[in-house]
T-cell receptor, first 117, second 110 residues
Framework: SAVISQKPSRDICQRGTSLTIQCQVD?????MFWYRQQPGQSLTLIAT?????????ESGFVIDKFPISRPNLTFSTLTVSNMSPEDSSIYLC??????????????FGPGTRLLVL | RKEVEQDPGPFNVPEGATVAFNCTYS??????FFWYRQDCRKEPKLLMS???SGNEDGRFTAQLNRASQYISLLIRDSKLSDSATYLC???????????FGAGTRLAVHP
């Protein structure tokens, strides 16, 4: 499977600031996704990062709060804007690699642990 | 009602035990099904896909019942290293979107 890295691995931020999380894959992949996992809960999809076009957001998530870029087939960023303590969570990037795997299998990066004070 | 529901857990079992996890999903158009494993403070990792005919991978057996919209995972001869949270995952029929269950925590003790 593809090797996925995320930066930063963790951060502590002040409310009102923004943080950009990077996701890098070691090979070209068809789909990239961003998830949030709040403490003690399961994963919730934030958006699908589309290469060369605007991301597709899930209900409850908006572009102004979570702008996403995907300039090519191996890289994406998620920005958490105007942060509040409620944004404290783990943010995970995942990829779907239809070039090598026929089924809709997703592989996850190691996650970014965010604490907002 | 949640789209994917799992046994609440936690399951505390001795080494060598057999343990079964159940999962139901609400979207009858779902096509792909998976079990992921998530260790504490780690990312989810794919354990196995679930096929209509059922499939086995070593000590792990997954079953799918489309009529009942039910998925199961059986772990035989539990090891200490099996301790983790097991996530039932279903695609949202026709879209590249995975829906995760809340997970069932397994603790295997000596």
């Amino acid at each position: 499977s593809a090797v996925i890295s995320q930066k930063p691995s963790r951060d502590i931020c002040q409310r009102g600031t923004s943080l950009t999380i990077q996701c890098q894959v070691d090979s070209q992949v068809t789909m990239m996704f961003w998830y949030r996992q709040q403490p003690g809960q399961s994963l919730t999809l934030i958006a699908t990062a589309n290469q060369g076009s605007e991301a597709t957001y899930e209900s409850g998530f908006v572009i102004d709060k979570f702008p996403i870029s995907r300039p090519n087939l191996t890289f994406s960023t998620l920005t958490v804007s105007n942060m509040s303590p409620e944004d404290s969570s783990i943010y995970l990037c995942s990829v779907e690699d239809r070039y090598r795997v026929s089924q809709e299998t997703q592989y996850f990066g190691p996650g970014t642990r965010l604490l907002v004070l | 009602r949640k789209e994917v529901e799992q046994d609440p857990g936690p399951f505390n079992v001795p080494e060598g035990a057999t343990v079964a996890f159940n999962c139901t999903y609400s979207n009858s158009a779902s096509q792909s099904f998976f079990w992921y494993r998530q260790d504490c403070r780690k990312e989810p990792k794919l354990l196995m896909s679930v096929y209509s005919s059922g499939n086995e991978d070593g000590r792990f057996t997954a079953q799918l019942n489309r009529a009942s919209q039910y998925i199961s995972l059986l772990i035989r001869d539990s090891k200490l290293s099996d301790s983790a949270t097991y996530l039932c995952v279903v695609n949202r029929g026709g879209y590249n979107k995975l829906i995760f269950g809340a997970g069932t925590r397994l603790a295997v003790h000596p």
